[in-house]
């Protein structure tokens, strides 16, 4: 699965990207808000995961901005169909593109493709406490919070944090239209 913006393209990692992945995610403050990414984060971390057999109808996406003179990875984004409690999503942004609403950007299109091209009815998402900028973008996105506050381990800080649990109704008619490609 392909998706287009008017500023970036998400796309599936691949095996080249390890080396360009690993600087953007490998930094202590992204990977601090993550469950499952470890810290220090490096190329081997990185050529793991693009390793990883990805189902067509499973997105993972890296997310690239291509409005300069050359597209540069600046975040990625997934669904995780594995979740028990139902698919959940997933992103994270490089410090140095903090602030220029890519994950805004990009979380509109994926929200699209879950429901129009997944045909999933509902989608969930969590944030850890200590990270409000999180939570900006899953309001804008028509998350609600669920008013559940869980403690949710993260493999970077070594430890459990709270995380507060948020939900969207894929249902809603103010969910937006499918994006340029998927």
């Known amino acids: 699965m392909f998706a287009l913006t008017p500023r970036l ?4 990692g691949w095996p080249e990207d390890a080396a360009e992945l690993a600087r ?6 992204v990977v601090r808000n993550l469950a499952r990414a470890p810290w220090p984060y490096g190329t081997t971390d990185a050529e793991a995961v693009l390793a990883k057999a990805q189902a067509p109808h499973e997105p993972r996406f890296l997310i690239f901005d291509r409005t300069g003179p050359a ?9 995780d169909l594995t979740e028990r409690d139902g698919p959940d999503l997933v992103y994270w942004i490089a410090p140095q593109a903090w ?3 890519y994950a805004t ?3 509109r299109a994926v929200v699209a493709i879950a429901r ?7 989608l969930q998402a969590g944030h850890f406490m200590d990270n409000p900028a999180s939570a900006r973008v899953l309001h804008k996105l028509g998350f609600r919070s669920t008013g ?9 800080r070594g430890h459990a944090a709270p995380c507060e649990l948020f939900e969207l109704d894929l249902d809603d008619v103010r969910v937006g239209p499918l994006p340029l490609a998927a």
């Open 116 to 122: 129009h091209a997944l045909r999933l009815g509902r």
């Open 24 to 29: 953007a995610i490998g930094h202590e403050a």
């Open 99 to 101: 602030g220029f609403g």
């Open 71 to 79: 597209s540069r990875l600046v975040g990625g984004m997934t669904i």
């Open 105 to 107: 950007e990009a979380g």
């Open 9 to 12: 393209t998400l796309r599936p």
């Open 148 to 156: 559940r506050v869980v403690l949710r381990h993260s493999r970077g």
